[in-house]
């Protein structure tokens, strides 16, 4: 039994994968507060379900590319073999978590989008650091970025970290409130090995919360 806030069919707004059409299983729960939180209503809603149940409400979208995210997703710990069922049957699996927990036990297959909270989250204490370890090809490090200074946190960060080149790294500026042409110039003023990353989910339907 997983708790579940809500299963739906959407664009992919973000990662690497922006674009695609997805089957977004958000996962009730999450050990964070982050200050600019655009899923608050997943910390407690939500209804207890079985696997077999939200393995079922999955296939009726016909689309092989599923997410997994929250709230945090790996504070629920049959959330692993959530992910080696949907793998067990041909869906692309990421999962989005905010990385305070180990991604280790997930399985190899999954990809892993590891969000890195920086001080303007309010949530900077809580990265679980030994995550880094374990990334590999196919996984992606995110940013979201409140300002200048976390900019600038987040630079320093990846000059100390060297990431490996077949890692995409992005920044994201807090919707409404980072405007993306001052992360754009900054970016290209230092001349960062990075990609620019908008929800574009927020782009398309500005007006809608939940189930996009």
């Known amino acids: 039994m997983l708790k579940v806030n809500e299963i739906f069919y959407s664009i992919q707004g ?3 994968h922006c674009g695609r059409p997805c089957v977004f299983i958000r996962l009730t729960g999450c050990n964070l507060r982050c200050r600019y939180c655009d899923t608050r209503y997943a910390y407690e809603e939500g209804q207890k379900m079985k696997l077999e149940a939200i393995l079922e409400k999955t296939d009726y979208y016909n689309t092989k590319l599923v997410e997994i995210t929250g709230g945090e997703p790996l ?3 049959e959330t692993p073999e959530l992910c080696q069922q949907l793998l067990d049957k041909g ?3 990421l999962v989005e978590t905010n990385g305070t927990r180990s991604i280790r036990e997930l399985p190899k297959k999954i990809r892993r989008i590891l969000d ?3 001080p303007g989250s309010g949530e900077l204490e809580k990265i679980h650091w030994e995550n880094f370890k374990y990334l590999r090809s196919g996984d992606e490090v995110k940013f979201v970025l409140s300002d ?3 900019y600038l946190w987040a630079k320093t960060f990846l000059n100390e970290k060297h990431f490996r080149s077949n890692i ?3 920044f994201s500026p807090v919707f409404g ?3 993306p042409r001052n992360l754009a110039n900054w970016i290209l003023q230092d001349k960062l090995n990075v990609r620019l990353h908008l929800q574009i989910h927020k782009i398309i339907w500005p007006q809608e919360g939940r189930g996009r």
């Open 177 to 179: 409130q980072l405007d």
């Open 148 to 150: 200048i200074d976390d």
């Open 91 to 93: 869906y692309e699996v």
């Open 75 to 77: 504070i629920q710990k």
């Open 14 to 16: 973000e990662s690497t």
């Open 116 to 118: 890195i909270k920086c």
């Open 168 to 170: 995409p790294v992005l």
